[in-house]
């Protein structure tokens, strides 16, 4: 191992914030080094209460998840904020507002701010959110709110890597509350309708709650509290402090946390899998005609004379007869 990386992971271990700056930007870049490093810190990880904050955008989660550490670290817990915001999908670039958003918080050694580009990776996430959260769980973070980029319904990722799950909606909905059968209602631990103090706050969370009714749940599960707030004005946001602690607390008591950590697991080896696989397969060389061939599967794929189905085939039936080295 490195002994730049072995340095580094010490001294994020050991709760540096200049480390933990320096290791978060290792792992958004990726690459050998990240992977290293990543591998260094995982035996100190699993110890944080990761929680997921997702919702349309404008309902107000960056004000939310602000409020949200201001109450953790009342209660004397550590805090680590990973906001994912959208990228430019011409330069790649992104504003990264959530920082300026939270600015207050910046004085605070007890929070770590940290705000990152999707890079074209859809889901709500960028693809190194995960070993970022690791980062923050070793560097001792008790609570790590992620707060994501706000896409709707497409926006379930984030309960591959969170232990609780905010949905944050907003009164004045209408019909788009229905539609939230059909995606984020069933991934949300707790519910929170922001901006309560609008007209139509009542409905919104009165709709919400005879919609959990209708879904099936197994007897005993938890069952998710539907909270009005407003954290604009910092109204609700202590007893939707107190649904988070009280949903760890049920998942340690049933089971369901170790039964929630197996399937991030799962979830994150299968999504890594199928990035090294797609990393191999993009090689040149992977695409290359064989000696005696006259042309690349691609091309016979843009001839129609090979289904897509069959290249996707051959391309792993090459990768598997070379050597790993290859």
Known sequence: MSPHVETLAREVVEGSPRALARALTWVESGGDRAETLAARLYAHTGRAHVVGITGAPGSGKSTLVRVLARVARARGRSVGILAVDPSSPFSGGAILGDRIRMNDLTLDPGVFIRSMATRGALGGLCRA???????????GRSLILVETVGVGQDEVDVMRV???????????LGDDVQALKAGILEIADLHVVNKADREGADRTLAELRSMLTLMPAAEEAWMPPVLGASAAREEG??????????HMASMKTSGELDRRRRGMVVARVLRTAQDLVAARLLRPEALEAREGEATTLLDRVMRRELAPHACARALLTRMGERTPDA
Do not use: C, K, Y
């Open 129 to 139: 959110a995960a070993d970022a959260i690791d980062v923050l769980d070793a560097a």
């Open 162 to 172: 969170a232990h609780t799950v905010v949905v944050v909606s907003v009164p004045g």
């Open 237 to 246: 946001v202590e007893a939707i402090a107190d649904a988070l602690e009280a």
